[in-house]
């Protein structure tokens, strides 16, 4: 990983790197401005759908897309990323209103239903609170200890829970209980689904699937720039007006009778002020659900935590001008907004990949480009509620199952098999976690196991969670860090830190050394090169050396990397010393690398009065063929010529290549 220092923003618009102050808001304005509107297209139905699968009434979404874009457009410095509610969080959402006596089956006003939305509020809130000490106490390494392939078997895992719980919202019909509960009886829901609710749905689905494809043959270019998700409501919104679904009704169809109306649109309030809904904090003081309103706090806190900071972190990548967000900052202000959204009814949010990446494409300069979809936003849902009551919930549906698919894709699971099968072992078992137990238990499974493959593979236990490294300074700007024992993913944080200390902390290029690591994990390899990133935007560089001996689980830049030992075959010959130049050169022509002679003097059973004759001992380790043709030299050319004493033996070394 050889990093070399170019200038991060050469080539791009004025040459200068967009901030978010107020000179910046003025000049790059209309940037922002029309970035802003286009996030602010796909984000409204995904924020009414996530709301709805999450069990918290539709607008609560939005709430939590105004509040983050308000909130943290002034207190964090990451600039192009959009904070909002998250697909990824569904699953812990919805786990905790059903904890609090949520019933799917009944209406989101029921009063059971309001009591188990305001005690996830309070949930929602305390864990923002969590949230705002994590960035206090700079904790935002946190993202850094999980195993990559956890972390995305965790989303696929939430994948496949959204679209299971989706599907049949997609069909008309309605889903309740487990994951696998609901794939159970996925068939026969099917076989009983709504005609005209299941065209809405499908053409939703043939849209987002299908958009993709053909986006590139659009012209003009103007209408690549579309959103799927615009072109979705585009369709649905029409074909529920066409099939009347604002008033209750029934038809035919094939000889059966189905029931459409307003129950399969999206229910907003008319007065945007009665849709604020306050938290209950009596859920940490009843006895019943005080424990379990503890659990969630956790699970939001630490689960949406890593999610935000590892998004964060992509988009930092990917921005053009190579901005680095301070993440402890941004964990405070993503802290701060859960509380305020919570405060007035929203759900969770974090900073979300997928609005961010179009943020990006859509050319937004600076983190006011968030502030502005999230004002748009505002205006939509104060001025014209009415127009989000014409969305079918079939089409939002949709939308979730294609977030889903995405996040679980066939595409997932071979990127992962690259890397290594242990990988993809990891992987499915995270997913085969989460899905048959819960999210924490599955995402322990996985670490679990990542600790079991480390340990079959010869990982020292002492080293799992310490790092051994020796530091030594190669000049005035190089410092080089040794590693011993092993670089894994549980002692990652403690090594990165002395890294980030001596290099961007002190301002030298640092050279990691990993030739006496006996493992070095994909995590490691992989977040060994994100951190070459930052050392290449603060003009410095980081390199990796060492890995000659180890070897690769596949040929993945990221896979796992072993250190072994080869076997070569030592051979030695003991001859007359005056035999010691041509023994030496036929060694040469024959293929040895390298030899090591010494005097010697010896008797043995053929020669017993022999001990005093000078003697030679000449030794070299070779591969196996060479040997062999070394010994039929010796046969042949060398032992009718004086006493010879040959012998080999298997020898493992560490660096074949030298011999």
Not at 77 to 89: D, H, M, R, V, Y
Not at 224 to 250: E, I, K, S, Y
Not at 343 to 352: C, D
Not at 429 to 440: C, K
Request: aromatic residues 8%; neutral net charge; charged residues 15%.
């Amino acid at each position: 990983m050889n990093q070399t220092t170019t200038p991060v923003h050469a080539g791009l618009p004025g040459g200068d790197v967009p901030q978010g102050t107020p000179a910046g808001f003025r000049r790059y304005l209309r940037h922002d401005l029309a970035s802003g509107f286009l996030v602010f297209l796909i984000a409204l139905p995904l924020c009414l759908g996530i709301s709805l699968a999450s069990g918290f009434p539709p607008v609560a979404g939005v709430f939590t897309a105004i509040v983050g874009a308000i909130v943290t457009t002034f207190l964090s410095n990451s600039e192009l990323t959009i904070k909002g509610p998250a697909a990824g969080l569904i699953v812990i959402a919805l786990g905790a209103m059903h904890s609090f006596g949520f019933d799917a089956g009944l209406p989101l006003d029921a009063p059971g239903n309001v009591a188990a939305y305001r005690m996830t509020l309070a949930v929602g809130c305390a864990a923002g609170l969590l949230q705002v000490g994590f960035g206090l106490l700079r904790v935002g390494a946190l993202s850094e200890f999980f195993p990559t392939a956890v972390v995305h078997g965790m989303l696929a895992a939430i994948g496949f829970i959204i679209c299971l719980k989706q599907l049949p919202v997609v069909f008309g019909q309605k889903a309740a209980g487990e994951p696998l509960e609901i794939l159970r009886e996925l068939p026969e829901k099917i076989a009983h689904l709504n005609p005209q609710i299941t065209v809405i749905g499908l053409v939703s689905l043939g849209i987002l699937f299908g958009f993709p494809l053909v986006r590139p043959l659009l012209r003009p270019a103007w209408l690549r720039m579309l959103p799927a998700q615009l072109l979705v409501l585009a369709l649905a919104v029409p074909l529920g007006m066409w099939f009347d679904l604002a008033h209750d009704h029934t038809y035919s169809f094939l000889g059966h009778e189905y029931k459409v109306g307003a129950a399969f649109l999206v229910s907003v309030p008319a007065n945007l002020a009665a849709a604020v809904t306050t938290p209950d904090f009596g859920v940490f003081t009843t006895a019943s659900t005080r424990l379990a309103g503890a659990w969630w706090v956790v699970m939001f806190a630490l689960v949406g935590s890593v999610e935000s900071l590892l998004s964060a972190k992509a988009i930092d990548l990917l921005d053009p001008w190579k901005r680095k967000t301070d993440m402890n900052r941004d964990l405070l202000a993503v802290g701060v907004a859960n509380v305020a959204a919570a405060a007035v009814g929203g759900l969770p949010m974090i900073s979300e990949i997928v609005r961010s990446k179009a943020n990006i494409d859509n050319g937004a300069r600076t983190r006011f480009a968030d502030l502005w979809h999230g004002l748009f936003l505002l205006a939509f849902v104060a001025l014209v509620p009415w127009a989000i009551h014409r969305i079918p919930l079939a089409a939002l549906a949709a939308m979730l199952v294609y977030t889903g698919f995405r996040l679980a894709s066939p595409r997932e699971f071979i990127n992962v098999f690259k890397i290594g099968s242990e990988q993809l072992l990891i992987f499915v078992a995270t997913i085969v976690g989460v899905l048959a137990t819960d999210l924490l238990v599955g995402v322990g499974i996985g670490i679990g196991l990542k600790f079991l493959i480390h340990a079959i593979n010869g990982v020292p236990l002492r080293s799992f969670f310490k790092p051994f490294l020796k530091v030594t300074t190669i000049d005035d700007r190089t410092v080089q860090i040794d590693a011993g024992g092993s670089a894994v993913f549980s002692n990652w944080i403690p090594f990165r830190r002395q890294i980030v200390q001596l290099g961007l902390g002190q301002g030298h290029d640092v050279i990691v050394n990993l030739a006496g690591a006996r493992v070095v994990d994909s995590s490691v390899m992989e977040k060994l090169e994100d951190l070459g990133h930052d050392f290449e935007q603060a003009g410095l560089a980081l390199r990796v050396i060492g890995l000659d001996s180890h070897r690769g689980s596949t040929a993945h830049p990221h896979a796992t990397r072993r250190r072994m030992m080869t076997r070569l075959r030592r051979l030695t010959v003991v001859a007359e010393a005056g035999l010691e130049p041509r023994i030496v050169e036929r060694f040469r022509d024959l293929g040895a690398s390298g030899y090591t002679a010494m005097p010697c003097h010896g008797s043995g059973r053929s020669h017993p009065g022999a001990a005093g004759e000078p003697l030679v001992r000449i030794e070299a380790i070779v591969p196996a063929a060479v040997a062999e043709q070394i010994l039929d030299a010796i046969q042949g050319e060398f032992a009718p010529l004086g006493r010879i004493t040959v012998c080999t033996e298997m020898v493992e070394v560490l660096r074949p290549e030298r011999f």
